[in-house]
């Protein structure tokens, strides 16, 4: 877990750091992470964000 807190210290505020983190753990099968950033309290605001947590959501509840 200390190793995804201190990437998500590292990605600060910056959506484009967050998205590229998310995808390329998504491309790497650490679905885990993908997740933990995603819906991270820490992750900035942002429509790209909100919409990737959405659609995430939305094909879990298929």
Do not use: H, Y
């Not at 910056?14 to 390329?24: E, F, K, N, V, Y």
């Not at 998504?26 to 959405?54: H, M, R, V, W």
């Amino acid at each position: 877990m200390s190793e995804t807190e201190a990437k998500i210290r590292k990605l600060g505020s910056d959506p484009q750091a967050w998205r590229g983190s998310i995808q390329s753990a998504l491309n790497t099968k650490q679905q885990g992470l993908a997740l933990a950033l995603l819906f991270s309290d820490k992750a900035p605001e942002g429509s790209a964000i909100k919409q990737l947590q959405q659609t995430v959501i939305q094909r879990a509840c298929r």
